[in-house]
């Protein structure tokens, strides 16, 4: 059950721009609002690995390795959470995907609504040459 959908990715020269959006699907109505929305990002045969994250209050928090160079923001009236990735480098070549978290515990009847204290989109892939 998609509950996240990321689109924006591509495949990119170095130095080059990609803005990533993070959507909350409407399935997700009637769940809690997010207490924060992660990026995070894998290549074949390695672990999942952190980006970026967005707090429901606002604070931000970026990896080493991508600071000053990706920007992380989010828009609730369109319900998306944004990556702007400038000056990317071949490193930055991988399948980005994006977490939600409640921000509060789940009642029984959002449990049998569907909704859960994590949720994950499917992935957008960004590739940089």
């Known amino acids: 059950q998609v509950q996240l959908v990321e689109s924006g990715g591509g495949s990119v020269q170095a130095g080059g721009s990609l803005r990533l959006s993070c959507l909350r699907s409407?399935?997700?109505?009637?769940?809690?609002?997010?207490?924060?929305v992660t990026w995070y990002r894998q290549v074949p045969g390695k672990e999942r690995e952190f980006v970026s994250s967005?707090?429901?209050?606002?604070?931000?928090s970026y990896a080493d390795s991508v600071k000053g160079r990706f920007d992380i923001s989010r828009d609730t009236t369109r319900n998306t959470v944004y990556l702007q990735m400038n000056s990317l480098k071949s490193e930055d070549t991988a399948m980005y995907y994006c977490r939600g978290r409640a921000e509060r515990p789940l009642t029984s009847l959002e449990r049998k609504r569907g909704c859960t204290e994590s949720y994950w989109g499917r992935g957008t892939q960004v590739t940089v040459s």
């Open positions: 967005i707090a429901l209050s606002g604070p931000t």
């Open positions: 409407e399935i997700r109505r009637g769940c809690p609002a997010d207490k924060d």
